[in-house]
């Protein structure tokens, strides 16, 4: 345990002092590694390759370039104006069609980040000139941008999927309808908000002629989700296969069906999903490095027989690991956790009977509210910019927007059945 100590002791001392994530991980493992006489180069270089060595993650560049293809070729203006449409009639308008332009671009981007960007850029200046308060309209959007990793496709479920070996599809299946509860939570807020407040800025003229109209034109990206999750429930491609298709479909669409991509633009655009791409890549390897300290020194092994000598009932076990995910993902961005905390804590809850694929979506869910607690959540600074409010301000909006989600995440740990019930009918358990 004194490795572990030291282990977690130099990591935070080094992200206190500023320490940029990556280098605080490899740095506190390396020191671990030379406290036990095992530290060379040949052996760090060796993990660190070790962890991206793998075929899934494949999936993690296309899904990035298939993001910032969409992103940029019209795609979140043409869901705004469907969303609009759709339920912008409703008690509390345009913060309902934030909800939903972020669930169905969520079925695009598959990043929190990318989620909060693109309908953000969109929806908070129109929320602020149509007189919603800015600090609300800002947490509206941070809050749906959770969604964005939940729903498939998902970069931090193949991560999960990488690490555990669990099928990365039947992740994505399980994703789904927590993804759907956490948008009908949110929509249900903000009505009771807006009927409490007696908004008369939410009003939107509904038409079925409005509808089609905007529907047709979104068509190309409403389509987009059916494509992925289609093809991986029926058997035509694998999820990593899945972000290829994806690409192209992308490439495709933005080029040749909305006409707002030009080939100009390409090097940029893959340049950027390239580099985001190599940000998530190096935190994968370092972190497969520490896992590898992790379990030379047996960590997962002691930590399961100390759950099994204190803790005897499941829900007691998980809502411990939710606790402790909860705070870890207020310090740590969610790919992160998930390739540091996946090799500990998935030895301790199949130990107990614990469905992976249920845990690795739980896990999920609770690490993406982290993206909306600060001082790390990366979707609080991006909404706060855009509407141009402090943190504080946000801070204080997001509050009743992260118990809907908090509720979804109890929810979903009492009842596992809400997660595997759409894997259980395509996938053998």
């Known amino acids: 345990m004194s490795s572990l100590v030291l282990l977690f002791g130099v990591f935070f001392v080094l992200l206190l002092l500023g320490t940029p994530i990556i280098f605080s991980l490899g740095a506190a493992a390396m020191v671990v590694l030379a406290s036990i006489d095992l530290l060379s180069p040949q052996l760090v ?19 990035m370039a298939a993001g910032a293809l969409m992103e940029h070729g019209g795609i979140s203006r043409r869901l705004v104006n469907f969303s609009s449409y759709l339920v912008g009639w409703i008690s509390g308008g345009l913060g309902h069609v934030a909800v939903i332009a972020s669930t169905i671009f969520a079925g695009i981007s598959g990043s929190a980040v990318a989620d909060t960007t693109a309908i953000g850029s969109t929806m908070i200046p129109m929320m602020k000139r ?16 959770v969604i964005g990793p939940i729903i498939p496709p998902s970069i931090p479920l193949v991560l999960y999927g990488v690490v555990s070996g669990v099928s990365i599809g039947a992740l994505f299946m399980g994703g789904i309808i927590p993804g759907l509860m956490m948008t009908i939570g949110l929509m249900v807020l903000i009505y009771t908000k807006a009927k409490r407040s007696n908004w008369d800025i939410e009003a939107e003229p509904f038409t079925y002629a409005g509808l089609w109209k905007s529907f047709i034109a979104a068509a190309g990206a409403l389509v987009m989700p059916i494509i992925i999750v289609g093809g991986i429930l029926g058997g035509v491609f694998t999820a990593t296969e899945a972000a290829v298709v994806a690409t192209v479909y992308a490439l495709l669409v933005g080029l040749f069906w909305y006409r707002e991509l030009s080939f100009s633009q390409l090097p940029e655009l893959f340049y950027s999903a390239g580099l985001n791409t190599a940000v998530v890549m190096v935190i994968v390897g370092v972190a497969n490095l520490v896992g590898y300290v992790l379990t030379i020194e047996q960590l997962p092994l002691l930590l ?41 804590l998935l030895p301790v809850v199949t130990s107990f009977g614990i469905d992976p694929v249920f845990f690795g979506v739980m896990m999920t869910v609770n690490l993406m509210i982290g993206t909306v607690t600060p001082p790390v959540g990366l979707s609080l600074y991006i909404a706060s ?14 509050f009743p927007f992260l118990l809907v989600q908090l509720v979804v995440l109890t929810l979903i740990t009492l009842f596992p059945e809400i997660v595997l019930f759409i894997p259980k009918q395509f996938y053998n358990f």
């Not at 270089?45 to 560049?61: C, E, H, K, N, T």
């Not at 149509?130 to 809050?143: E, H, K, N, P």
């Open 385 to 398: 910019g855009i509407a141009d409010i402090s943190i504080t301000q946000i801070c204080k909006a997001i």
């Open 45 to 63: 270089m060796q993990r660190v390759y070790a962890g991206l060595d793998s075929f899934p993650m494949l999936a993690i560049p296309f899904f």
């Open 304 to 344: 399961s027989d100390w759950f099994s000598d204190h803790i005897t009932n499941v829900l007691i076990l998980l809502l411990v690991i939710n606790i402790l995910l909860l705070i870890a993902g207020c310090f740590l961005d969610g790919g992160s956790a998930i390739i540091v905390f996946t090799p500990v």
């Open 130 to 145: 149509r007189g919603y308060d800015a600090s609300f309209s800002a947490a509206v959007v941070a809050a749906s941008g």
